[in-house]
């Protein structure tokens, strides 16, 4: 490798004293390869479509075999997955498990929906949202992948909070905590409808805090006790 081919100081190994293995590459070249890989797909289904996108095309872009897709991914669902996946981790990355943390509900569920509501009014989610929308129904392994690494996740989070007995006890009895999590997302999500027929205006952080505060606090004045 010529060092115009290295990569920048910052992606390297954080072990990188030892001497390299002939013909093995490093755990972090591996794993920056499978980043890029899953980047060029994402790039290609924004470009393109999800229906329009071959596995060939995203080997071309990615420089990889055809088979190392299915290998690692499954095929172009799995991809598509993992897509979704890699982009939510971005936003929930620094945020404490909800399964842990311990401060109060308010301050939990705003800096939840502050994630929430900024990756989804990223324009790359709103069209990744109008593209699923647009195939899902000619495609119902995209929607089972969308669902899967997009809405099922979120779900899953909010259920292990509010399931929580000290969070549970301060939430009304007879609404379940699957309807909880429904509930508090769709407060967050405000008028989707709008936000994926027109691109949203761009607001400032303390106007996004401010609405994602009133929110939650629809949210909590109908559900808690």
């Keep these: ?8 100081p910052s992606h390297r190994c954080p072990l990188e004293l030892g001497a390299r293995g002939a013909g ?6 591996a794993e920056a390869r499978t980043q890029e890989l899953i980047n060029s797909a994402g790039e290609l289904f924004l470009e393109k479509g999800y229906a329009k996108v071959s596995l060939e095309m995203i080997a071309r872009r990615a420089r990889v075999a055809v088979r190392t897709i299915y290998v690692k991914f499954g ?19 620094t945020m404490e498990d909800l399964g842990t943390n311990r401060r109060p509900i308010r301050e939990v569920l705003i800096d939840f929906g502050v994630r ?24 119902p392994e995209l929607a089972e992948a969308f669902f899967d690494a997009g809405p099922r996740q979120t779900r899953e989070a909010l259920h292990r909070f509010f399931i929580r007995p000290d969070v ?10 699957e309807q909880l999590s429904i509930h508090l997302i769709n407060c967050l999500m405000g008028d989707h409808l709008k936000r994926y027929l027109f691109n949203p205006h761009a607001a400032s952080e303390r106007e996004d805090l401010l609405l994602v505060e009133q929110r939650v606090d629809l949210f909590l004045r109908g559900a808690q006790r």
Aim: with cysteine; net charge neutral; aromatic share 8%.
């Design 1 to 8: 490798m010529s060092d115009e081919q290295a990569p920048e």
């Design 24 to 29: 093995r590459p490093r755990a972090c070249d």
């Design 75 to 93: 095929g172009k669902s799995g991809l598509f997955r993992e897509v979704l996946l890699s982009g939510r981790n971005a936003y929930f990355a």
């Design 116 to 139: 929430i509501h900024h990756m989804l009014s990223s324009p790359t989610a709103i069209q990744l949202y109008r593209m699923v929308i647009a195939e899902a129904h000619r495609d």
């Design 168 to 177: 549970q006890s301060q939430f009304r009895a007879d609404i379940p905590a």
